[in-house]
């Protein structure tokens, strides 16, 4: 079961990067928020601190990256110990570039 819901949860949500984030990020008194503008997304991507601008501004200028998003899916799941709804939503999903030898890209 898990090898099923690992390749059928990468199968439903490979193409992440670029669709609306599930969080919104707006201006905090408390951190530092804000927008950076890519050219590896459609459209501004919003940050929620300085490490993850950086993070953003490094994924833009990075040769193999392809595309990036940000908050791109929330996951909930329920624990087995009492039942509670637990939730994560990842900061970056980022498309890398795959590089595949001449012999099998024809396949």
């Given at each position: 079961?898990?090898r099923?819901?690992?390749?059928?949860?990468?199968?439903?949500f490979?193409?992440?990067?670029?669709?609306?984030?599930?969080?919104?990020?707006?201006?905090?008194?408390?951190?530092?928020?804000?927008?950076?503008s890519?050219?590896k997304?459609?459209?501004?991507q919003?940050?929620e601190?300085?490490?993850?601008?950086?993070?953003l501004?490094l994924?833009?200028?990075?040769?193999?990256?392809?595309?990036?998003?940000?908050?791109?899916?929330?996951?909930?799941?329920?624990?087995?110990?009492?039942?509670?709804v637990?939730?994560?939503?990842?900061?970056?999903?980022?498309?890398?570039?795959?590089?595949?030898?001449?012999?099998?890209?024809s396949?």
């Open positions: 079961m898990a099923y819901f690992k390749y059928h949860w990468l199968e439903s490979g193409s992440l990067a670029g669709t609306t984030p599930t969080r919104k990020i707006g201006p905090s008194p408390v951190k530092n928020t804000g927008r950076v890519t050219r997304a459609a459209q501004s919003a940050f601190s300085l490490l993850e601008r950086d993070f501004i994924l833009d200028i990075a040769p193999r990256v392809v595309r990036i998003g940000v908050q791109p899916i929330t996951l909930r799941w329920t624990t087995s110990e009492g039942g509670n637990k939730e994560y939503t990842p900061d970056v999903v980022v498309h890398y570039a795959a590089d595949v030898p001449p012999e099998l890209s396949a």
